[in-house]
């Protein structure tokens, strides 16, 4: 017993130390721009205005199949690997789809980047492309996202704008806001489309 105590002050000693150093780290990067349009029940509505995205597609539907192979072609055209050899900050979240037997993950541009003054990616598998602008309901969840974990959010959400009698246009994306070696306080959501019609009023 004595022992299991010391192993639990420890553990909550280390996260003292450690929670002021992730959540400086987490405010550094760059976050893709919206408006919070409010909060009904367990869902938030947001507004997402254009951006500019680095996508890549493959064939595996899988969010286990695919998220690494994917993020390290992306991360490897925003760490220089690209025809002007010019390095691009990392953002947050990085987008995922799977469906139609396929996944396409997608990393949004820092602000003040365009697709005039992108450097080219040398990989022919990068598409760069303005993303439409946006209404999207949204549902939350912790820890390490897996398929099982996100079928289980989307059917939830998917339930909750049932219940509300809110329609949506059957986009979801899973939404991650970690880097894959991130181990603490993860953050990750399921979003799906709406019409704008479709917002409640909040």
């Not at 602000?111 to 040398?122: A, D, I, M």
């Amino acid at each position: 017993m004595k022992r299991k105590l010391l192993i639990g002050s420890a553990v909550i000693l280390l996260l003292i130390i450690l929670i002021p150093s992730i959540n400086s780290i987490m405010a550094k990067t760059p976050q893709q721009p919206y408006k919070e349009l409010g909060k009904k029940d367990e869902l938030e509505f947001r507004y997402y205005p254009q951006s500019v995205m680095a996508s890549v597609t493959n064939s595996d539907s899988t969010y286990k199949g695919s998220a690494n192979k994917n993020f390290r072609v992306l991360a490897g055209y925003i760490f220089g690997g690209n025809q002007s050899s010019n390095k691009i900050a990392m953002t947050a979240p990085v987008h995922m789809q799977m469906e139609n037997g396929k996944s396409t993950m997608s990393f949004v541009m820092p602000e003040g980047y365009n697709l005039n003054n992108l450097p080219k990616p040398s990989s022919g598998a990068i598409e760069l492309h303005n993303s439409p602008e946006e209404y999207v309901a949204v549902i939350g969840f912790g820890g390490w996202a897996s398929d099982s974990k996100i079928e289980s959010k989307k059917k939830e959400l998917n339930e909750e704008l049932l219940k509300q009698g809110i329609k949506h246009n059957n986009n979801f994306r899973f939404l991650g806001y970690n880097a894959p070696w991130d181990f603490l306080f993860r953050r990750n959501e399921i979003v799906v489309g709406l019409n704008k019609e479709a917002v409640p009023a909040l």
